[in-house]
């Protein structure tokens, strides 16, 4: 066919207006009304669910009021929710030693890396708040807070006072004091206030950055040798015996 021949087919604008064919909106559902408004009105709908969630919601729930929500506005509105479900936490022993600090590093290691920031924020501002046990088993189904307990678990290798071998950055290996100990839980190891003997500006050092000085051998002294002993007094002779007379 001729380009010079070619037309453009003729569309009735009024039936499929100016982007393509018009559908009319499903009504609205009084059901998912009330699912929104009880997520909205939820106690820990501020506590336990993102900024950026909430605001969402409160966008959906405008939708709400005069057409049916999509598949995908579904799905988050039902995400939302099952966030909202109170916590199981039968599973877990708060008296165990272990679980207390387990329970606060884990905490504490989130939210210096930036993940769980709804789960870490309830569990500072409830003592008693754990979340369910597939979301703690998720939370450690990580090899970089595992390491990271593991080294916090075994302790520091250098005490405050000692001395050490520090290399701060790209700077030469300095001999000072540690002047206090802190665990960092970005680098997931200890770390050291450092004080050289050179400068007294302390920096911060991390432990694989810290040597041990090496006590320097004991030479032993050779032992004097012992004076001779003094010769024994020779013993006097015996007397002679008297002859019996007859």
């Known amino acids: 066919m001729a380009w010079n021949n070619y037309r453009r087919p003729y569309y009735n604008r009024q039936a499929v207006g100016p982007s393509g064919p018009q559908y009319a909106a499903a009504p609205a559902d009084p059901a998912e009304m009330v699912r929104i408004d009880a997520v909205l009105n939820n106690a820990d709908f501020n506590t336990l669910i993102h900024i950026g969630m909430r605001e969402l919601m409160r966008s959906i729930k405008v939708q709400a009021a005069s057409k049916k929500l999509s598949d995908a506005q579904v799905k988050c509105l039902a995400s939302v929710e099952e966030k909202l479900v109170p916590a199981d936490s039968s599973w877990w022993d708060a008296t165990n030693p272990e679980n207390i600090a387990k329970r606060a590093f884990t905490a504490a290691y989130y939210k210096a890396n930036g993940y769980y920031h709804i789960v870490v924020n309830a569990m500072e501002n409830d003592a008693a708040y754990m979340p369910n046990s597939a979301v703690w088993e ?109």
């Open 138 to 246: 998720k939370m450690w189904d990580n090899k970089y807070i595992n390491v990271a307990w593991s080294r916090f678990s075994v302790g520091a290798r250098f005490a405050i006072a000692e001395v050490a071998q520090g290399k701060y950055s790209f700077g030469p290996v300095k001999t000072g004091i540690v002047q206090s100990v802190v665990w960092n839980h970005i680098a997931r190891q200890w770390s050291y206030s450092f004080i050289s003997f050179e400068s007294p500006q302390p920096v911060m050092i991390k432990e694989n950055e810290m040597k041990k000085i090496k006590a320097p051998k004991v030479v032993k002294v050779a032992k004097a040798p012992k004076a001779p002993k003094a010769p024994k007094a020779e013993k006097p002779a015996p007397k002679p015996r008297k002859k019996k007379e007859a």
